[in-house]
């Protein structure tokens, strides 16, 4: 079997019926929050892309060298014919593994899982002709929400779903557990999980990550309220906000807000919303938790994981831990 199948889970209207239900409930919390899901739009995502290839921004290439490094023993040890990928995207850093998958005569099947229906359709027909004769089967679906539709295994075969890029670490704890939980569900005994997390570090190189000189990370932040005020009609200045980058201590992670210089009002019409934001009130818009070792093996054991191997860089900055469901 090969070729390219999409299966789609989400309709023309659940975007911004989850935009809605996000920022009502996210703008409508103390602290505010906004989820940084919606940080993705075209113009978000371009930057985004620019922020991979700062100097200052390490994870992206770290793990790209532990995959580059490592692939074919992860091959080998998960025993997977099928990858699923989790926030897919453009599966660009993901072609390493499958390279090694394919090499290795073992990628039977592949199924990339995102929210953005082109982006998917797009990298699925490159794929499909990159590997001929691997089944393509991708997914238009919210990985927190869809992970009872992956697709089944197939007599005899294995599973490994691959969570990249440290994104595990933009949820938080409660949310970690409830997305480990349902994917251990969704899985068969003996299926394998090979999940990015970016490590804890010096406080300076971490700040020094999100903050960078040229201001592409203040202008990806501050791109969020933008895309409220496109899509809901909101009336943010985006010029009245201090982009303010914490590290914080306690709970290891970094907290990337928007700080109101002056009082405002905002009014949001497509969420029937209004904010009075006093001066220095502030809207968190992501956080990225940052992990240690013995952190991921407990919240991995916790929904049914064992850690067979976790795979560092040189520097030790990131990992990559590949656990087989129990």
């Known amino acids: 079997m090969s070729g390219v199948r999409v299966e789609v889970l989400v309709d023309g209207d659940w975007a911004s019926g989850s ?3 996000d920022v009502r409930r996210g703008l409508g919390s103390s602290p505010l929050r906004l989820p940084p899901k919606w940080l993705y739009d075209d113009e978000g995502s371009r930057l985004f892309d620019e922020i991979t290839r700062l100097p200052e921004y390490y994870p992206t290439e770290a793990e790209r060298s532990i995959l580059a490094a490592r692939a074919a023993d992860v091959v080998a040890t998960s025993g997977a014919t099928t990858v699923v990928e989790l926030g897919s995207g453009t599966s660009d850093k993901t072609r390493t593994l499958l390279d090694a998958f394919a090499g290795a005569g073992r990628l039977r ?3 990339p899982v995102d929210v953005s229906e082109q982006t998917l359709r797009d990298a699925a027909e490159q794929l499909s002709e990159r590997y001929p ?3 393509v089967e991708a997914v238009v679906g919210d990985f927190t929400l869809h992970l009872s539709h ?7 075969e294995r ?3 691959v969570f990249l890029g440290g994104t595990i670490g933009n949820l938080y704890v409660e ?3 409830a997305f480990l939980g349902a994917l251990a569900d969704s899985l068969d005994p003996g299926d394998t999980l090979l999940l990015g997390t970016d490590l804890v570090k010096p406080v300076d190189r971490l700040v020094a990550a999100y903050h960078d000189p040229g201001g592409v990370t203040d202008r990806f932040v501050r791109n969020s309220l933008a895309v ?3 899509e809901l009609g909101a009336d943010f200045d985006l010029g009245a906000f201090t982009y303010v980058p914490l590290w914080d201590a306690h709970l290891e992670r970094m907290d990337l807000r928007l700080r109101a210089e002056s009082p405002q009002h905002v009014v949001v019409p497509g969420a029937d919303l209004e904010l009075h934001l006093a001066a220095g009130e502030e809207i968190q818009v992501e956080i990225s938790s940052k992990f240690r070792p013995h952190g991921i093996r407990t919240e991995l054991a916790a929904a049914g994981f064992e850690v067979v191997e976790l795979l560092t860089d040189e520097p030790g900055d990131f990992a ?3 656990a087989r469901l129990a």
């Open 19 to 21: 935009l809605v239900d």
């Open 109 to 111: 099947r592949f199924v």
């Open 133 to 135: 004769g691997v089944a």
């Open 150 to 156: 992956l697709p089944a295994n197939e007599p005899g």
């Open 159 to 161: 599973r490994m779903v």
């Open 175 to 177: 949310e970690r557990a």
């Open 228 to 230: 409220l005020n496109r």
């Open 320 to 322: 990559l831990t590949l």
